[in-house]
């Protein structure tokens, strides 16, 4: 994995404009750090979502159809399941016959995860998949017939520019079968200011949370970013629904990584992550166009975030 991280970060600090992928924030630092992002009281993302999965609890499990048959529930992106762990507790407590299959890209988060389910619902199979989502989504279908429920929560989908959103949605209705099941959290448009104000903490949390990507590339790839010499960049544009974060060299400066040296200009930025904001209309589409009917999209109180809810037919 090291050396895809390598790879990924000169190909991407090598191209013009520059870019970093969002992928490698969550190393330990970086998990830690999106826990008191997850805090923050601007941050609304997760308490919406967390606000479907707790009092929609009967509602959730009823439109992904769970008395039906034994099936997997493969989450994407897991973390620490917090939201999720509301449904998984509602389908052990009504003996539903199913496996948790986490996947997750950071180790420690899914070895936390392992436990922290082992000592709270001691009757749940978990299989925790440590990798890449398509790769482990393969894995897990190879690994039984079952009928597959995919949830891919915290607007994950959101990172990604919408032309990579369509084609991970096409990969992953590719690798499932007729009555499986897709549940993808997303975050709708709203007022611009609620938006950015989530992105833009003047605390300083969302700027150390990009800046350790910088420090985490110093860590692993022997590398000598000085951090203070980046600075956090915010936008909004509610024209096209994207969020974007940039660091921004704020001198002209060379950096070594390994044996590779990359300059920098006074003011360059380098584009580190997209959070979408969609809209009802764009959601139903993005289903259909990559091969999956539409069935619901369960919202919370201020329907500022749903759930949509896809089949395979
Ligand atoms: C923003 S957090 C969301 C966690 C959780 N789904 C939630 O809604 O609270 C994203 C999680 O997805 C994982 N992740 C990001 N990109 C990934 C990828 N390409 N493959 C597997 N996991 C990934 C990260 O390690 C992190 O734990």
């Given at each position: 994995?090291?050396e895809?991280?390598?790879?990924?970060?000169?190909?991407?600090l090598?191209?013009y404009?520059?870019?970093?992928?969002?992928?490698y924030?969550?190393?330990?630092?970086?998990?830690?750090?999106?826990?008191?992002?997850?805090?923050m009281?601007t941050?609304?993302?997760?308490?919406c979502?967390?606000?479907?999965?707790?009092?929609?609890?009967?509602?959730?499990?009823?439109?992904?159809?769970?008395?039906?048959?034994?099936?997997?529930?493969?989450?994407?992106?897991?973390?620490?399941?917090?939201?999720?762990?509301?449904?998984?507790?509602h389908?052990v407590?009504?003996?539903?016959?199913?496996?948790?299959?986490?996947?997750?890209?950071?180790?420690?988060?899914?070895?936390?995860?392992?436990?922290?389910?082992?000592?709270?619902?001691?009757?749940?199979?978990?299989?925790?998949?440590?990798g890449?989502?398509?790769e482990?989504?393969?894995?897990?279908?190879?690994?039984?017939?079952?009928?597959?429920?995919?949830?891919?929560?915290?607007?994950n989908?959101?990172?990604?520019?919408?032309?990579?959103?369509?084609?991970l949605c096409?990969?992953?209705?590719?690798?499932?079968?007729?009555?499986?099941?897709?549940?993808?959290g997303?975050?709708?448009q709203?007022?611009?200011?609620?938006?950015?104000?989530?992105?833009?903490d003047?605390?300083?949390?969302?700027?150390?949370?990009?800046?350790?990507?910088?420090?985490?590339?110093?860590?692993?790839?022997d590398?000598?970013?000085?951090?203070?010499?980046?600075?956090?960049?915010?936008?909004?544009?509610?024209?096209?629904?994207?969020?974007?974060?940039?660091?921004?060299?704020?001198?002209?400066?060379?950096?070594?990584i390994?044996?590779?040296f990359?300059?920098?200009?006074?003011?360059?930025?380098?584009?580190?992550?997209?959070?979408?904001?969609?809209?009802?209309?764009?959601?139903?589409?993005?289903?259909?166009?990559?091969?999956?009917a539409?069935?619901?999209?369960?919202?919370?109180?201020?329907?500022?975030?749903?759930?949509a809810?896809?089949?395979?037919n």
């Open positions: 994995m090291i895809s991280f390598r790879e990924d970060v000169l190909h991407g090598k191209d404009p520059k870019r970093l992928q969002s992928k924030f969550y190393d330990e630092n970086g998990t830690a750090l999106f826990q008191r992002i997850m805090d009281s941050y609304y993302l997760t308490a979502e967390l606000e479907i999965f707790r009092d929609k609890t009967v509602e959730l499990a009823e439109v992904l159809r769970v008395e039906q048959e034994p099936f997997d529930l493969i989450e994407l992106g897991a973390g620490d399941a917090m939201k999720s762990s509301f449904l998984l507790k389908l407590g009504k003996k539903v016959d199913f496996n948790y299959m986490p996947i997750d890209i950071c180790g420690q988060v899914l070895s936390a995860l392992r436990d922290r389910l082992k000592q709270d619902l001691p009757g749940l199979t978990v299989i925790p998949l440590y890449e989502y398509l482990m989504l393969r894995k897990a279908t190879e690994q039984s017939d079952r009928r597959k429920i995919v949830l891919f929560l915290g607007s989908i959101g990172n990604m520019e919408l032309e990579d959103a369509h084609g096409r990969s992953v209705n590719r690798q499932l079968k007729v009555g499986d099941t897709m549940l993808i997303f975050d709708l709203k007022n611009p200011h609620t938006v950015l104000q989530a992105y833009n003047k605390e300083g949390i969302t700027e150390a949370f990009n800046l350790n990507l910088l420090e985490r590339i110093n860590r692993e790839l590398a000598d970013f000085n951090i203070t010499a980046f600075q956090h960049y915010q936008t909004y544009d509610p024209m096209d629904g994207g969020c974007r974060s940039y660091l921004v060299s704020l001198i002209d400066q060379t950096i070594r390994g044996e590779e990359i300059s920098f200009r006074v003011n360059e930025p380098v584009a580190v992550e997209i959070s979408r904001k969609y809209t009802a209309l764009e959601i139903d589409r993005m289903a259909i166009e990559s091969g999956f539409p069935i619901t999209q369960i919202a919370d109180s201020k329907n500022w975030f749903v759930d809810v896809w089949l395979v």
